[in-house]
């Protein structure tokens, strides 16, 4: 079984910038795909970033490439979600999601999931 933890969210102003954290404990997580996904108030899980396993490829929605970056630290057990110029659609409560059966977009497929950190984005 692995737990995840995020971190790192916070209320921020639009423009600026965050650094989620995912620490996981009871077992590595280097032989896993992990992803990140968000929800807004009102609107349904939406996938935000992934990174392999095999090769650490990353892939990003199309709302976010290009400002977020998600990377992973298989020796401290760890994915990060750098996000950079934020913005008031960015606000929601963001989960880490680890060892996915399916396409990596798709959140039903992942294994393992954090309980979730807010991030909200004035305008």
């Known amino acids: 079984q692995v737990l995840l933890v995020e971190s790192g969210g916070g209320l921020v102003q639009a423009g600026g910038s965050l650094r989620l954290s995912c620490a996981a404990s009871g077992r590595t997580i280097d032989s896993y795909t992990m992803a990140w996904f968000r929800q807004a108030p009102g609107k349904g899980r939406e996938f935000v970033a992934a990174?392999?396993?095999?090769?650490?490829?990353?892939y990003y929605s199309d709302s976010v490439r290009g400002r977020f970056t998600i990377s992973r630290d298989n020796a401290a057990n760890t994915v990060y979600l750098q996000m950079d110029s934020l913005k008031a659609e960015d606000t929601a409560v963001y989960f880490c999601a680890g060892y996915s059966r399916s396409h990596y977009t798709d959140g039903t497929g992942y294994h393992y999931w954090g309980q979730g950190t807010q991030v909200t984005v004035s305008s």
């Open positions: 990174i392999f396993w095999t090769d650490y490829s990353t």
